[in-house]
């Protein structure tokens, strides 16, 4: 499993800095929709190259990590090994100069290159990065269900639950995407226990909460949260100075 994530990594990383030469030019919704193209297109070569076994996909063997099997426990171990991993990268990242490179691009790229960083390498490195992080999920989610299809990583409503984790979240702040990813991960599962046919409750409730996020703390959940509580405090406090 190891050598599969490494592998997978690599593979993700490849392909997120050759498209990210290739989106240079865009930004916005017309990045999203470029990138949501690029996924249309792989799953088609996936479905009509016979190597990739199209729709019936491609099973896999037992997990073993070092030449030792592991059941589900084990198997939740590595995985939280891997998340502890990414997060601690990621917020070394963050509170690095080219953290602080990334989110300048992010705030103004025509501000952030008027002060000498350089846009292309910068959003490249970006693609990269983020492709090798999702490449890391992608190997440890084909080996929780031990099967690899087009129809699973295919799927759109796939990238649609990323958007609603990210938005509600908020990706500004590193817990953002932890309360996100929970609300998306789990909602299904408490709509079940309350209601004995949901149905499309769960979409319903998603795009709705996707809408009042943007509405009320366009930043996110956790970042209007923390702003709010900051508001409260301050004034308490500053009352009580008084």
């Given at each position: 499993m190891i050598t599969a994530i490494i592998v997978g990594a690599a593979a993700a990383a490849f392909i997120g800095c050759a498209l990210g030469f290739v989106f240079l030019r865009l930004s916005g919704a017309f990045m999203a929709i470029g990138t949501l193209g690029f996924a249309f297109f792989i799953g088609t070569v996936v479905n009509n190259v016979p190597i990739f076994e199209g729709r019936e996909g491609i099973s896999l063997p037992d997990n073993h990590v070092?030449?030792?099997?592991?059941?589900?426990?084990?198997?939740?171990?590595?995985a939280l090994l891997a998340l502890a991993g990414t997060t601690l990268f990621i917020y070394a990242l963050v509170h690095s100069a080219?953290?602080?490179?990334?989110?300048?691009?992010?705030?103004?790229?025509?501000?952030?290159?008027?002060s000498g960083v350089n846009r292309?390498?910068?959003?490249?490195?970006?693609?990269?990065?983020?492709?090798?992080?999702?490449?890391v999920a992608g190997v440890l989610f084909a080996h929780y269900v031990n099967y690899v299809s087009s129809e699973v990583f295919g799927d759109?409503?796939?990238?649609?639950?990323?958007?609603?984790?990210?938005?509600?979240?908020?990706?500004?702040?590193?817990?953002?995407?932890?309360?996100?990813?929970?609300?998306?991960?789990?909602?299904?599962?408490?709509i079940?226990?309350?209601?004995?046919?949901?149905?499309?409750?769960?979409?319903?409730i998603k795009g709705g909460a996707?809408?009042?996020?943007?509405?009320?703390?366009?930043?996110?959940?956790?970042?209007?949260?923390?702003?709010?509580?900051?508001?409260?405090?301050?004034?308490?406090?500053?009352?009580?100075?008084e």
């Open positions: 070092l030449g030792f099997g592991i059941e589900d426990v084990g198997f939740f171990y590595v080219v953290g602080r490179a990334f989110m300048s691009l992010r705030d103004s790229e025509k501000a952030a290159e008027a292309i390498f910068y959003r490249t490195l970006a693609f990269t990065l983020s492709a090798a992080v999702t490449g759109i409503w796939y990238s649609v639950d990323f958007l609603v984790a990210t938005v509600v979240g908020g990706s500004a702040v590193l817990l953002g995407p932890f309360v996100g990813g929970l609300f998306v991960a789990f909602l299904p599962t408490l079940e226990f309350f209601v004995d046919q949901p149905g499309d409750l769960a979409f319903i996707l809408i009042l996020v943007l509405m009320v703390a366009p930043a996110g959940a956790v970042e209007g949260v923390t702003r709010l509580f900051n508001r409260l405090f301050t004034g308490r406090r500053g009352k009580s100075n």
